[in-house]
């Protein structure tokens, strides 16, 4: 099927170059998808099943490529495309830990190998990170500092644009999918499409000239709104600090003054719930439940198994729920860890019981009872309380290695210095580094279709940083699926059955 379109396309590309389009074809002529070498492979996926997919591996996506061993993107095509020329390409980006990651192969245990499976197109690229270096003059010069990694994801996803008359699949229904920083660098990509902000770094890179935008956003527990992450952390978690979560005074006093700057960033946001009521501070709490409710109660109804300790409060014998059978666990339960031998604890009888309502401050202890919370500042940390630099305080470093804060919270801290501010370039560079900045109503930047996962014990970040996404993307009329799958702790790429149930419902 697509070697048809190889043949059209290859008649077609003399005529592009030529045809008045000489500036682009003489910057980005080495970005076009053509005699580019390819080789047969195949997966095996956990049902037994092959796919067999042609690969083209280690093309570079830019014309002035600064770090060789990530900046490259693999292409892999399935033997028969799910929707023929408008078959959407799945893009699966690696970063984590805000890392820099290089173009990988598929997997048949992630995404990408189901993905293949399905019939779509995928892409895997290579990007800078925190911890990418070149040697250059016998100077280690760090690559990776922010927005590189973001960058890198653009320029890959207008190689695929710029070469859709070539490359299998439709560039037009590019989907991104990643998992914590790669859940951000998703959320990013998914709302910052062509923005203004990005071209003069994309020039400069050698990125072919022409749109970033995706179709669909695939967004796993996004560690991302970094410069109001550690504010969300202590207004939610603060209520653990003298309980399970032990920490020093210091340390207590440094969360007091994170949390009471949170209300205000709420206020600021003027989100609304699903029936149209403004969210404050005051009721955000509600708001939150809402959610965590949700979930409990689909993992009740898949018969999960949910200990009455956790601050689940439940309502026994409702009427209506009598005739349900009781299913087995599948869904957003399934092979999430049990909690304990059952019949150990008490628990719900899945024909009877509904959940009425979270204990929230119980539940949060139990969440920092499973994993040990993050200290405060959770992200901007670098030069507060310690010295060490997060991932976070990297990626915001500068070409020599050196962290930097983010915040000016964490800055005047570290000063010491009540007056000290973010310099210009740190300002910007935040700015572009947070999806919140670029949605609005009907932003033409914007994805059209975003999935958001949040597991429901994933504390690497507050409940409120994807619950704001999910809902600002709502409020602004974007097709928006969240969940906080229940049991989940900080992980992606899960339940593949109604991600792709997802993708084929905006991809048909
Ligand atoms: C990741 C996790 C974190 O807790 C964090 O602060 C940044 C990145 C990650 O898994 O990618």
Same mark, same amino acid.
């Given at each position: 099927?697509?070697?048809?379109?190889?043949?059209?396309?290859?008649?077609?590309?003399?005529?592009?170059?030529? @045809?008045?389009?000489?500036?682009?074809?003489?910057?980005? @002529?080495?970005? $076009?998808?053509?005699?580019?070498?390819? /080789?047969?492979?195949?997966?095996?996926?956990?049902?037994?099943?092959?796919? *067999?997919?042609?690969?083209? %591996?280690?093309?570079?996506?830019?014309?002035?490529?600064?770090?060789?061993?990530?900046?490259?993107?693999?292409?892999?095509?399935? =033997?028969?495309?799910?929707?023929?020329?408008?078959?959407?390409?799945?893009?699966?980006?690696?970063?984590?830990?805000?890392?820099?990651?290089?173009?990988?192969?598929?997997?048949?245990?992630?995404?990408?190998?189901?993905?293949? =499976?399905?019939?779509?197109?995928?892409?895997?690229?290579?990007?800078?990170?925190?911890?990418?270096?070149?040697?250059?003059?016998? /100077?280690?010069?760090?690559?990776?500092?922010?927005?590189?990694?973001?960058?890198?994801?653009?320029?890959?996803?207008?190689?695929?644009?710029?070469?859709?008359?070539?490359?299998?699949?439709?560039? %037009?229904?590019?989907?991104?999918? @990643?998992?914590?920083?790669?859940?951000?660098?998703?959320? +990013?990509?998914?709302?910052?499409?062509? $923005?203004?902000?990005?071209?003069?770094?994309?020039?400069?890179?050698?990125?072919?000239?022409?749109?970033?935008?995706?179709?669909?956003?695939?967004?796993?527990?996004?560690?991302?709104?970094?410069?109001?992450?550690?504010?969300?952390? %202590?207004?939610?978690?603060?209520?653990?600090?003298?309980?399970?979560?032990? +920490?020093?005074?210091? =340390?207590?006093?440094?969360?007091? =003054?994170?949390?009471?700057?949170?209300?205000?960033?709420?206020?600021?946001?003027?989100?609304?719930?699903?029936?149209?009521?403004?969210?404050?501070?005051?009721?955000?709490?509600?708001?939150?439940?809402?959610?965590?409710?949700?979930?409990?109660?689909?993992?009740?109804?898949?018969?999960? *198994?949910?200990? &009455?300790?956790? @601050?689940?409060?439940?309502?026994?014998?409702?009427?209506?729920?009598?005739?349900?059978?009781?299913?087995?666990?599948?869904?957003?339960? $399934?092979?999430?860890?049990? #909690?304990?031998?059952?019949?150990?604890?008490?628990?719900?009888?899945?024909?009877?019981?509904?959940?009425?309502?979270?204990?929230?401050?119980?539940?949060?202890?139990?969440?920092?009872?499973?994993?040990?919370?993050?200290?405060?500042?959770?992200?901007?940390?670098?030069?507060?309380?310690?010295?060490?630099?997060?991932? %976070?305080?990297?990626?915001?470093?500068?070409?020599?290695?050196?962290?930097?804060? #983010?915040?000016?919270?964490?800055?005047?801290?570290?000063?010491?210095?009540?007056?000290?501010?973010?310099?210009?370039?740190?300002?910007?560079?935040?700015?572009?580094?947070?999806?919140?900045?670029?949605?609005?109503?009907?932003?033409?930047?914007?994805?059209?279709?975003?999935?958001?996962?949040?597991?429901?014990?994933?504390?690497?970040?507050?409940?409120?940083?994807?619950?704001?996404?999910?809902?600002?993307?709502?409020?602004?009329?974007?097709?928006?699926?969240?969940?906080?799958?229940?049991?989940?702790?900080?992980?992606?790429?899960?339940?593949?059955?109604?991600?792709?149930?997802?993708? &084929?419902?905006?991809?048909?």
């Amino acid at each position: 099927m697509h070697l048809h379109k190889f043949l059209i396309a290859s008649a077609t590309t003399a005529a592009i170059i030529g @045809g008045g389009a000489s500036m682009q074809a003489k910057d980005t @002529g080495s970005l $076009r998808f053509d005699n580019i070498s390819s /080789k047969q492979a195949s997966l095996t996926m956990p049902t037994g099943q092959t796919v *067999e997919y042609t690969a083209y %591996e280690g093309i570079f996506y830019v014309t002035n490529v600064e770090d060789s061993v990530y900046q490259t993107l693999n292409i892999y095509v399935p =033997q028969t495309l799910k929707y023929g020329d408008a078959t959407p390409i799945f893009l699966r980006t690696y970063i984590g830990g805000y890392m820099a990651a290089t173009a990988k192969a598929p997997s048949a245990s992630d995404a990408t190998g189901r993905a293949l =499976q399905e019939g779509y197109v995928v892409c895997i690229p290579g990007s800078r990170g925190a911890n990418s270096t070149v040697t250059r003059n016998g /100077k280690t010069i760090y690559t990776g500092t922010a927005p590189n990694g973001l960058l890198d994801l653009k320029a890959a996803i207008r190689y695929l644009r710029y070469n859709d008359d070539l490359i299998p699949g439709s560039a %037009e229904r590019i989907i991104i999918d @990643g998992t914590s920083a790669g859940g951000a660098m998703s959320a +990013l990509v998914g709302s910052t499409g062509d $923005r203004p902000e990005y071209d003069g770094y994309l020039r400069k890179m050698g990125a072919a000239k022409t749109s970033d935008k995706v179709f669909a956003s695939v967004c796993y527990c996004p560690i991302t709104d970094l410069n109001h992450a550690d504010m969300e952390y %202590e207004w939610l978690y603060g209520c653990t600090n003298t309980g399970v979560r032990h +920490l020093s005074p210091d =340390q207590i006093a440094i969360s007091d =003054q994170l949390a009471a700057e949170c209300p205000g960033y709420i206020n600021s946001l003027g989100l609304k719930d699903d029936a149209g009521n403004l969210i404050t501070a005051d009721n955000y709490k509600d708001y939150l439940k809402t959610f965590l409710i949700a979930s409990a109660h689909k993992a009740l109804e898949e018969g999960c *198994e949910i200990p &009455d300790t956790i @601050g689940i409060i439940r309502y026994v014998d409702r009427p209506d729920f009598g005739g349900r059978q009781m299913r087995p666990a599948n869904g957003d339960g $399934r092979g999430a860890p049990s #909690f304990g031998p059952a019949g150990s604890r008490p628990m719900f009888n899945n024909n009877s019981d509904f959940v009425t309502d979270i204990d929230l401050d119980k539940y949060l202890s139990y969440v920092a009872s499973v994993t040990p919370l993050k200290t405060p500042p959770a992200f901007d940390q670098y030069g507060v309380l310690i010295d060490t630099p997060t991932p %976070e305080n990297n990626v915001f470093g500068n070409t020599e290695g050196t962290p930097a804060n #983010f915040t000016d919270f964490s800055l005047r801290h570290r000063l010491h210095d009540d007056s000290a501010t973010l310099d210009k370039d740190m300002v910007k560079r935040v700015f572009i580094m947070n999806p919140m900045n670029f949605i609005s109503p009907d932003a033409a930047s914007v994805a059209g279709h975003w999935f958001i996962r949040h597991g429901a014990k994933d504390r690497d970040t507050s409940f409120l940083v994807p619950v704001n996404l999910a809902t600002k993307l709502k409020n602004s009329g974007f097709d928006v699926n969240f969940f906080l799958p229940w049991n989940r702790p900080h992980s992606g790429d899960y339940n593949l059955d109604d991600l792709f149930s997802w993708i &084929d419902s905006i991809a048909r």
